[in-house]
């Protein structure tokens, strides 16, 4: 029989990087997971990906047990890295911050391709455009779409 679901909760954790200090003490704790045993999964799941962030999420069940998902780091910042900012816009319509091309585009949506609600690379990629958009973040370039279909910047 399967175990059954008390909760399910979601954070964002620096690859390898886990310790017992918040965000992930308190969320763990306060729903009875042991922190130190989590800790060390984590960081040896994402021993590969050190230092970036990764969304991870954690299926706690009622006898205390658990499991965990890990995810692709999110699409803001694959694109903060590859325009080299440190931060969006704060007035995404009126001040541009960076340029990434849609080759660059491209590769972020691969890379995010399970995580995304999608069944194209092009739908991923005007989804990733469309992140992009809202960080103030310009895409150059002709989309490989065509330019009939082209998202506004």
């Known amino acids: 029989m399967a175990k059954e679901i ?3 909760i979601k954070l964002q954790v620096k690859g390898g990087q886990a310790n017992p200090a918040p965000p992930i003490g308190p969320a763990l704790g306060a729903k009875g997971v042991n922190i130190m045993e989590f800790c060390k999964r984590f ?6 990906r050190m230092g970036q962030v990764l969304p991870v999420v954690i299926t706690v069940y009622k006898d205390k047990s658990f499991e965990f998902i890990v995810k692709t780091p999110p699409a ?15 007035q995404s319509n009126r001040n541009k911050v960076g340029s990434v091309t849609w080759d660059q585009v491209k590769a972020i949506a691969e890379s995010k391709m399970p995580d995304l609600n999608c069944f194209t690379i092009d739908s991923a990629m005007k989804m990733i455009a469309g992140t992009a958009r809202s960080m103030g973040i310009t895409v150059s370039g002709t989309p490989p779409w065509g330019a009939a279909e082209e998202v506004e910047n």
Do not use: C, H, P
């Open 76 to 90: 803001a910042i694959q694109l903060m890295e590859a325009a080299k900012i440190k931060k969006g816009s704060a």
């Open 6 to 8: 008390e909760t399910f």
């Open 43 to 48: 960081n040896a799941a994402s021993q590969d």
